[in-house]
């Protein structure tokens, strides 16, 4: 297994992407290789007890690679978050701002249920503004978070505390 200092080194730091002055930490290099990849959606289930996870929601893109694979692993089930505009059925949306933006997530309207135990999940944690965006679609849903999951978390740029009061779990912490 790989450990979480090697699992870091599979992470690929891309200056000036998508804009001017941001660092892109890229997980293509992680999901490329076996080892790395199982053991990064191992270790993101392992904090979850499985009885309480129903779901796991994860947005477009990234995170639908390790979200469904997070699912998998937890028998529970997958909901995309998408783009707005790319769901064919009634949809609930969620506005969020980025450190370069302002974007927005959307869901079908039918895609939780009330009660529900959800897993939010996306591949990087930086001012929490994704992940809020997921957790509202959650509460709004009548459904609970149970919890967030990241495989990188920037720490300085202040994400778990925006996500307070929901538990955090990252893999592999940058500090910027």
């Known amino acids: 297994m790989v ?5 870091e080194a599979f992470i690929r730091a891309i200056p000036d992407f998508p804009v001017p002055g941001i660092l892109f930490r890229d997980i293509t290099p992680l999901l490329g290789d076996a080892t790395a990849l199982d053991t990064a959606v191992t270790r993101l ?3 979850f007890d499985p009885g309480a996870v129903d779901l796991v929601i994860a947005a477009e893109a990234r995170g639908f690679i390790l979200g469904a694979a997070l699912a998998r692993e937890l028998k529970a ?3 995309p978050a998408r783009k707005p505009g790319r769901l ?3 949809t ?4 969020y701002e980025l450190e370069y933006g302002v974007d927005a997530l959307e869901l079908h309207a039918d895609a939780l249920t009330p009660g529900a135990g959800v897993l939010v999940h996306d591949d990087l ?3 929490g503004g994704t992940a809020g965006a997921l957790c509202q679609l959650v509460t709004g849903s009548g459904a609970r978070v149970v919890g967030c ?3 990188v978390e920037l720490t300085a740029l202040g994400g778990r505390e925006r996500l307070a009061p929901h538990p955090v779990h990252s893999l592999i ?3 910027s």
Do not use: K, Q
Not at 3 to 7: C, G, K, Q, V
Not at 92 to 95: H, L, S, Y
């Open 77 to 79: 089930g997958f909901v």
């Open 125 to 127: 944690l930086a001012t």
């Open 45 to 47: 289930a392992a904090p």
């Open 92 to 95: 609930t949306r969620a506005e």
């Open 173 to 175: 912490d940058f500090g």
């Open 149 to 151: 999951a990241f495989v």
């Open 3 to 7: 450990s979480a200092i090697e699992l």
């Open 88 to 90: 064919p059925a009634t």
